[in-house]
């Protein structure tokens, strides 16, 4: 199957019910490195309202022609597909999984990714799609002081505003959605073991086993797992960290550290996914300029 990535633009809803005002869902629209399967599942989700987006190369020709018949003619005409309704899910492609553009009505998705792993060293799994999430207000709060007069491109890949995201007191959520329908919660469990703990050790040193016990204790053998559950890792004012599984709470445990170890894996130095890295700090950009 032919697909292509480019960045697009969906613009944000003037405002949601119940939603207090944000200049920036009037004024700004968010990047999404992305792929479109192929130019007719394109027209499919233009119509159906939803941003298609994965990652994958370049193929310009597709490019310009899907650009020629969904560009809203108040956008630059390359690279950038602006739909009518900002409030839109945004879909992964690959998998199909689609994410809430805002969530809990504060909540701004600011970029999407696809988290594999490879079994035995031989097969490349897709195991879930996660979506990363930040409250729109306390971006701008914290950070525009410091950043706000620098572009998105500046900020893309800025070592102290990516620090800054990670470690400031800025409400964000990363939303899991599984596509492994074999997953068990033991190999969650184990999962987490392996890559917080090593965040765990690369920020606050050896001694931290206590801490990644309690949360990957959190992920009790009662609970299941199929295709499409949702984990949700929520930090909460005070460097809180809320896990909830389809909407359950599961746990909750005050850390800067573990809330940053947990942030670092989607958008740190080595995160899983590149692209969503990208995006979600061109999009937190959006939010933090003057
Ligand atoms: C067989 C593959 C098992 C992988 C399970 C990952 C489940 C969630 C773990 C989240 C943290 C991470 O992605 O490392």
Redesign the pocket.
């Known amino acids: 199957m032919v697909s292509l990535r480019f960045p697009f633009l969906f613009s944000q809803p003037t405002s949601l019910p119940g939603t207090p005002q944000n200049h920036h869902r009037n004024t700004s629209s968010r990047h999404f490195s992305a792929t479109l399967a192929a130019a007719t599942g394109v027209g499919a989700a233009a119509a159906a309202g939803v941003a298609v987006v994965s990652q994958n190369p370049n193929h310009p020709f597709l490019q310009n022609a899907v650009n020629f018949l969904f560009r809203d003619h108040s956008s630059p005409p390359w690279g950038s597909l602006s739909l009518a309704d900002g409030s839109a899910p945004v879909v992964e492609s690959k998998t199909g999984v689609s994410f809430p553009s805002v969530l809990g009505n504060s909540l701004e998705l600011l970029g999407i990714g696809l988290?594999k792993?490879s079994?035995l060293g031989l097969k490349n799994?897709d195991?879930?799609a996660f979506g990363v999430y930040a409250n729109g207000d306390d971006l701008k709060t914290l950070l525009s002081e410091k950043y706000g007069n620098l572009s998105a491109t500046e900020l893309k890949d800025n070592k102290d505003f990516n620090n800054d995201l990670m470690e400031a007191d800025i409400c964000m959520t990363v939303r899991?959605q599984?596509v492994?329908s074999?997953?068990s919660i033991r190999?969650?469990r184990?999962?987490?073991e392996?890559?917080?703990g090593s965040r765990l050790q690369k920020f606050g040193g050896s001694d931290n086993k206590e801490l990644l016990q309690r949360f990957t204790s959190q992920f009790k053998d009662e609970y299941k797992?199929p295709r499409g559950s949702v984990?949700d890792l929520i930090r909460e004012r005070g460097h809180i960290l809320k896990t909830t599984i389809d909407g359950k709470e599961v746990g909750s445990i005050q850390s800067k550290l573990l809330c940053r170890s947990i942030l670092d894996?989607y958008i740190g130095e080595d995160p899983?996914d590149r692209r969503a890295k990208e995006d979600v700090e061109v999009n937190a950009a959006s939010f933090v300029q003057k």
């Open positions: 988290r792993k079994i799994i195991v879930y899991l599984i492994y074999k997953l190999s969650v184990s999962a987490f392996e890559s917080v797992i984990i894996l899983f």
